[in-house]
C-alpha cells in the first residue's frame, strides 16, 4: 500500500460545485502539504500543515481551504470550482528532523472543472 | 526572491547517450537547499537528491551525478547511459532555510529517452 494515499484519483466536476479532494498517509509525519501542478508551470504550494492545529496559506490558496482532520488526513476543499482550477493536485508529507526534509508525494488527483 | 529556471522544456535522446538537465537558482540567502525530484509518467514525484548550500562536493548515484556550481548558481542533474525507464518529467527545486513550505519548483524538464 502507498504511504501518501490520495482519492479519488480523476475527477469531473461542473462550475460551481463543492469538491473535495483527500489525502491520508501513514508514514507517521507531522507535516503535510497540498500542492498543484499547471502543464509547464511545476508544482505550486496551496496550502500546509505542520500539525493538526496549524494550518497555513501557501503561495496560491485563493479559492481554496484545508481541514487536517488528525495527523494522518488532510483533505482539500474547493467550495466553489472554477475552470482554471483544472489541474493536478498532489498531497505530500514531509518529517523535518534535524536539517534533512524531503517530501514524499501521493499519486495525484486529476481534477477537471467543466 | 527565490527562483528555479529549467530552460530545458523537453529534451529526446537515443538510449545509451549521456543527458544533462540543467537548473539555475537564485536565491540571496547563504542557506539554502536544493533537490531534484523525479515524475515518471505514472505521476508520482519521487524524491531524487537534497544538496545543502555548504556542500559543493559533486554526487554520484549509480547512473546518476550532480554537479552543483555555487559560482555560476547551478546544480545540474547528468544521467550517464541513459535508458528508457528514466524517461520523466524532472524538477529542480530551491528551498531557503530548508523548510518544504518554502520550496520553490523550476517548471520541469520532460526527458525522453528513445530506444
Known amino acids: 500500500d502507498a504511504d501518501v494515499t490520495q482519492t479519488p484519483r480523476n475527477r469531473i466536476t461542473k462550475t460551481g460545485k463543492r469538491i473535495m479532494l483527500e489525502c491520508s498517509q501513514t508514514?507517521?509525519?507531522?507535516?503535510m502539504y497540498w500542492y498543484r501542478q499547471d502543464p509547464g508551470l511545476g508544482l505550486r504550494l496551496i496550502y500546509y500543515?505542520?500539525?493538526?492545529?496549524?494550518?497555513n496559506k501557501g503561495e496560491i490558496s485563493d479559492g481554496y481551504s484545508v481541514s487536517r482532520q488528525a495527523q494522518a488526513k488532510f483533505s482539500l476543499s474547493l467550495e466553489s470550482a472554477i475552470p482554471n482550477q483544472t489541474a493536478l493536485y498532489f498531497c505530500?508529507?514531509?518529517?523535518?528532523?534535524?536539517?534533512?526534509?524531503?517530501?514524499?508525494f501521493g499519486s495525484g488527483t486529476q481534477l477537471s472543472v467543466l | 526572491a527565490q527562483k528555479v529556471t529549467q530552460a530545458q522544456t523537453e529534451i529526446s535522446v537515443v538510449e545509451k547517450e549521456d543527458v544533462t538537465l540543467d537548473c539555475v537558482y537564485e536565491?540571496?540567502?547563504?542557506?539554502?537547499?536544493l533537490f531534484w525530484y523525479k515524475q515518471p509518467p505514472s505521476g508520482e514525484l519521487v524524491f531524487l537528491i537534497r544538496?545543502?548550500?555548504?556542500?559543493?562536493q559533486n554526487e554520484i548515484s549509480g547512473r546518476y551525478s550532480w554537479n552543483f556550481q555555487k559560482s555560476t548558481s547551478s546544480f545540474n542533474f547528468t544521467i550517464t547511459a541513459s535508458q528508457v525507464v528514466d524517461s520523466a518529467v524532472y524538477f529542480c527545486?530551491?528551498?531557503?532555510?530548508?523548510?518544504?513550505?518554502?520550496?520553490?519548483f523550476g517548471k520541469g524538464t520532460k526527458l525522453t529517452v528513445n530506444p
Open positions: 505530500a508529507t514531509s518529517d523535518k528532523t534535524g536539517t534533512d526534509e524531503k517530501l514524499f
Open positions: 508514514k507517521g509525519h507531522d507535516r
Open positions: 500543515s505542520f500539525d493538526v492545529k496549524d494550518i
Open positions: 536565491t540571496r540567502d547563504t542557506t539554502y537547499y
Open positions: 544538496r545543502n548550500s555548504f556542500d559543493e
Open positions: 527545486a530551491l528551498s531557503e532555510k530548508g523548510g518544504s513550505e518554502k520550496l520553490v
